[in-house]
């Protein structure tokens, strides 16, 4: 069975920085192309970051130059640091794992309030 557990989430003042883990288990880490979503109440989930079984990354422009996405085969952990975060970016964020199949976590709450 295939498990994604976020972890990392919280709140944090306009500017602060967190740092979210996905731990996988239930299948080959390595092979997966992993990726990072948020969704605020409203709103439809949207991408945050991607990075490929190869560790090629790709970023939402909005984010692009803040986050920070980068994974761990041997941990079978993917890690998302958020750097100067903002208050529209509270939301939900949820780890996406993607082969032939698609999975994805519970989701960690990200709340950005002074």
């Known amino acids: 069975q295939v498990q994604l557990v976020e972890s990392g989430g919280g709140l944090v003042q306009p500017g602060g920085s967190l740092r979210l883990s996905c731990a996988a288990s239930?299948?080959?880490?390595?092979?997966?192309?992993m990726g990072w979503y948020r969704q605020a109440p409203g709103n439809e989930r949207e991408l945050v970051a991607v990075i490929t079984s190869g560790g090629r990354t790709n970023y939402a422009d909005s984010v692009k130059g803040r986050f920070t996405i980068s994974r761990d085969n041997a941990q079978n952990t993917m890690y998302l640091q958020m750097n100067s975060l903002k208050p529209e970016e509270a939301a939900v964020y949820y780890c996406?794992?993607?082969?032939?199949?698609?999975?994805w976590g519970q989701g960690t709450q990200v709340t950005v309030s002074s």
């Open positions: 239930g299948l080959i880490f390595s092979i997966h192309a």
């Open positions: 996406h794992a993607c082969r032939a199949r698609d999975y």
